[in-house]
């Protein structure tokens, strides 16, 4: 990768290509927990639906890494409110997916993405982002804590026993 990557808020033009790009994160996700976990598909158009949610509120938004023209990863973003009687009042972000082309890890992709998170998460003046990983997942895990995302809450889950 010669260029610097590129980076554009995405379109519903993008979404078979995040379908695509998509199914890595399938993939790496079936193999770690395929108790919870789809695997990928042959036909990635599958997860249309799923995809295109992100286009339909002002409040969501996808952006998009290119590098030399090819897609190189995306990432998801709903911006949120939160209050209760323990919390403050406050504005959000919570990332949703991020993914990056096996062909462009190690190169900065990610970190750009939530870059443009952060830009596109101040403008609308939240005042956090959150996000969850899987425990599995330890290379996202260091890359948001080299981002300075910081372990707040952990959370876990039991399966049921059916009788």
């Not at 209760?84 to 082309?101: K, N």
């Not at 900065?108 to 996000?131: F, M, P, S």
Request: aromatic fraction near 10%; include cysteine.
């Amino acid at each position: 990768m010669d260029a610097l990557p590129r980076y554009r808020e995405a379109t519903v033009e993008d979404v078979p290509t995040i379908c695509a790009l998509g199914q890595l994160l399938n993939a790496i996700h079936h193999a770690a927990r395929p108790d919870l976990y789809t695997a990928a598909t042959p036909d990635p158009l599958r997860d249309v639906p799923h995809w295109m949610s992100f286009f339909e509120r002002p409040d969501q938004a996808v952006f998009m890494a290119l590098c030399e023209g090819q897609p190189a990863g995306f990432i998801t973003a709903s911006l949120s409110s939160g209050a209760g009687p323990l919390m403050q009042p406050m504005d959000f972000v919570r990332i949703g997916s991020v993914c990056v082309a096996e062909d462009f890890w190690g190169k900065g992709i990610g970190r750009g993405l939530v870059y443009e998170v952060q830009r596109w998460a101040v403008g609308r003046g939240a005042k956090d982002i959150r996000l969850s990983v899987w425990a599995f997942n330890t290379r996202a895990i260091r890359v948001y804590a080299e981002l300075g995302f910081e372990t707040r809450a952990f959370e876990m889950g039991m399966p049921l026993l059916s009788q």
